[in-house]
């Protein structure tokens, strides 16, 4: 059993996420040549897809240069969401639903048992009880991992998405969304405290493999190994089926996104521009991910390979004045 917080986890780092230490690889050398990218083209417009993961390192960088060069021909780029764009709406939501309004706190919500595991958690790395007492359990099982792979070296900032949002600003790129916040972090605002309390029970388990799990997740992604992303959700679909309230999760967290996913890239696909797409990788794959809805929707799509060239310098290009979205209202 992988178990729940192990792909909450995951789609915290590839889909809004972490790879399970005992899960087989393919062998890299039958995969070198592949990208975790897609060419999607209909007859008068281009998508590109790119499958991300949300923290990384800055060695990573540049990608390859079929990546890069992909997004120097692109007219624009689309994100899940433009996390800049909607850093207050996101912190006023995280505000309203992730933090336990005054008189309730979150030892009213979780065993005492969970509270004693977690106070040993915290102190290991340096965090006490009250500095997190507030926080609703989803988003302390959200929170820490990352707080720790931070000091693993592994930080957001230097995650896929963060990179191509600067060189985004810094060509002038238009800068698309695919989905709503809420689309993407509304789902948690709904989970019971038993499953937020298995979360974190679980978190106490997987604790000291963060940097193994993101590494091996890197290298996966690298080689285009989708079939390791695809089976992490498989066995996830197949361990929550018996649990009614975590089936509904799993489905909409990945199945129901990628549904309104597709419509941004269906749309893109209608026109006569080129697009840069990048969403978590576990978007990417399966019978339901964006590559595969791509094909049954009749459209031409190519999962690129690559070049094993290093990328040329980033063209010139005017400003452009940003195209308008609407703003999202927080409830």
């Keep these: 059993m ?6 909450f986890r995951m789609l915290a780092l590839v889909s809004i996420i972490i790879l399970v230490p005992n899960l087989q690889a393919d062998d890299p050398t039958s995969l070198k040549e592949k990208l975790f990218f897609w060419k999607v083209t ?3 417009s281009t998508v590109y897809l790119l499958g991300s993961i949300h923290v ?14 992909a997004f120097k021909i692109s007219d624009d780029v689309t994100f899940e969401i433009a996390v800049e764009r909607r850093a207050m709406q996101l912190l ?4 309203m639903h992730g933090i336990y309004q005054p008189g309730d706190s979150l030892d009213k919500h979780i065993s005492k048992e969970t509270v004693e595991k977690l106070d040993a958690f915290l102190k290991k790395n340096e965090i006490t009880l009250p500095q997190v007492s507030q926080m609703k359990p989803w988003y302390i099982s959200m929170y820490l991992p990352l707080l720790v792979e931070a000091k693993n070296g592994y930080k957001a900032e230097q995650g896929i998405d963060y990179y191509f949002t600067l060189k985004a600003k810094r ?13 993407q972090i509304g789902i948690m605002f709904k989970l019971s405290d038993r499953l937020q309390q298995k979360m974190l029970l679980e978190m106490f388990d997987e604790a000291g493999k963060e940097e193994y799990e993101v590494s091996t997740l890197y290298e996966n992604w690298r080689v285009g190994d989708t079939k390791t992303f695809q089976q992490l959700h498989e066995d996830m679909v197949e361990e929550s089926k018996d649990d ?5 999760f799993v489905h909409q967290f990945v199945t129901g996104r990628n549904q309104r996913m597709m419509k941004v890239v269906e749309k893109y696909l209608k026109d006569s521009h080129t697009h840069f797409v990048i969403a978590g990788s576990m978007h990417m794959v399966g019978p339901d991910g964006l ?7 009749g459209y031409t799509v190519i999962q690129l390979t690559a070049s094993g060239q290093p ?9 452009q004045k940003p195209a308008e979205t609407p703003e999202l209202v927080a409830p």
């Design 2 to 7: 992988r178990g729940f917080f192990n792909f």
């Design 42 to 44: 209909s007859p008068t």
């Design 56 to 69: 990384g390192r800055p060695e990573w960088y540049p990608l390859d240069a079929t990546i890069e060069n």
């Design 92 to 95: 006023a939501l995280m505000q």
């Design 171 to 183: 060509l002038h790129k238009p800068i698309g969304e695919l989905e709503e916040v809420m689309d």
């Design 244 to 248: 009614p309230e975590m089936k509904t």
């Design 291 to 297: 590559v595969e809805l791509c094909r049954k929707k």
């Design 311 to 319: 990328a040329g310098p980033d063209p010139v290009r005017p400003k």
